[in-house]
């Protein structure tokens, strides 16, 4: 079994965000070690794409969730 590629969208400022790696840092620390994060206002084409939506959460490039922590959601969407 291959290790999924997990990335969370982020802007910088953005107090979701912050709650959001923090939940992952302590509900997950294996995936946070190996998280990439991406912030969505250095890319244009990143920026259309999620705008405001951030946090967002995305396993092997799909979004998994997205918004406020979630910690059932995203221990759902890192078994897949």
Known sequence: MTTPLVE???RAGCHLCDDFLLGLALDHPDTYQRLQTRDVDGDAELAARYGLRVPVLAVDGR??????YDRDEVTAALRL
């Not at 979004?63 to 406020?68: D, F």
Request: hydrophobic residues 45%; glycine residues 12%.
């Open 8 to 10: 969370l969208y982020v």
């Open 63 to 68: 979004v998994a969730c997205e918004g406020r």
